[in-house]
């Protein structure tokens, strides 16, 4: 069931699923994407993610991490925006190429 004000978004990038997984499910990785970050960005993890001039972090708790194709994210503090709004990530760059991936079609992240 999705809540009324939920955002989701989905994009294309040239990078594998495991790439795009990995950065996403790795807070050292998606600092280095996004905004820095700490905690566990596995399944059922927390992660909190700092801006630069905003004293409390974005709080987001990971919902489904499912290896390659799904990651969900629920917002469980956003203290810096008005209720219902939460700042969107960039449009990624693609991952650095690992020499471990191989390439799989289809993700949802």
Known sequence: ???????????????????????????????????????????????????DGIEDPLILRVGQATHPTTVIWDVTSCAFLPT???PHPPSPSPPPAREDATCASGTKA
């Open 1 to 51: 069931m999705t809540a009324t004000g939920d955002y989701a978004k989905q994009i294309h990038i040239s990078a594998t699923p495991e790439q795009v997984f990995d950065t996403l499910t790795d807070a050292a990785e998606f600092a280095t994407w996004w905004a820095p970050a700490s905690g566990s960005a596995a399944e059922a993890g927390e992660l909190r993610i700092t801006f």
């Open 84 to 86: 219902g709004q939460v």
